[in-house]
């Protein structure tokens, strides 16, 4: 019974296709976050959404556009895909309370780009 | 802006402790966090503390907290092969649009 499952979990594409990631929870969390993570391991934020309702979006390139049809969804697509996209993509969500916000992860997505 | 910095690398004997050091930069932290990523995998939660208290321990685990340094330390005692892995720091804040600010990772490394 996976609590955050994405798809798919490997991902080899030339540059300049278009392609998406899924992100599913069924933790009945409100907020969902994707995460990037580099060659070296950094991991930065790219998006938050909260009840479908975007919060956070940290300086990402315009090609990357984050969908949330529902609570228990966000999506990632990204145009015109360039080398430097190459990484793991973290699909994450907690329940934003008072007190700790606990993210849980997917198994992550990782993104090759020839 | 918040950052958050850890070193690279820890190795450790089987058995012995392991300290992994934390230090960040943003004095309105309410929660500091540490997360466990094993390879091909995401992170897990391992432990939490919030920013009034100084120490919390489960289990093996101890989580030393010094507000005025900035400071965050994971101890882990009797360390075992299964506690190999990156082991990451995160800080919360007010005001911080509920996203977890993340260290650089610390490889830790557990020989026999």
């Known amino acids: 019974d996976t609590a955050v499952s994405q798809t798919p979990k490997y991902l080899v594409t030339q540059m300049g296709n278009d392609k998406s990631i899924k992100c599913e929870q069924n933790?009945?969390?409100?907020?969902m976050y994707w995460y990037k993570q580099d060659s070296k391991k950094f991991l930065k934020i790219m998006f938050s959404?909260?009840?479908?309702?975007?919060?956070i979006n940290e300086t990402v390139p315009n090609r990357f556009s984050p969908k949330s049809p529902d609570k228990a969804h966000l999506n990632l697509h990204i145009n015109s895909l360039e080398l430097g996209d190459s990484a793991v993509y973290f699909c994450a969500s907690s329940w934003t309370g008072t007190g700790a916000n606990v993210l849980t992860f997917g198994a992550g997505s990782r993104l090759t780009v020839l | 802006g918040e950052d958050v910095e850890q070193s690279l690398f820890l190795s450790v004997r089987e058995g012995d402790s392991s300290v992994i050091n934390c230090t960040y930069t943003d004095s309105s932290s309410t929660y500091l966090y540490w997360y466990k990523q094993e390879p091909g995998a995401g992170l897990q939660l391992l432990t939490y503390?919030?920013?009034?208290?100084d120490m919390k321990q489960d289990q093996r685990l101890t989580v030393l907290l010094n507000k005025k340094d900035k400071h965050l330390s994971l101890r882990i005692a009797d360390t075992q092969t299964g506690d190999s892995a990156i082991y990451f720091c995160a800080e919360s804040s007010t005001g911080g649009g509920n996203k977890l600010t993340f260290g650089t990772g610390t490889q830790l490394k557990v020989e026999l």
């Open positions: 933790l009945g969390h409100d907020t």
């Open positions: 959404y909260n009840n479908k309702e975007l919060i």
């Open positions: 503390i919030f920013s009034n208290m």
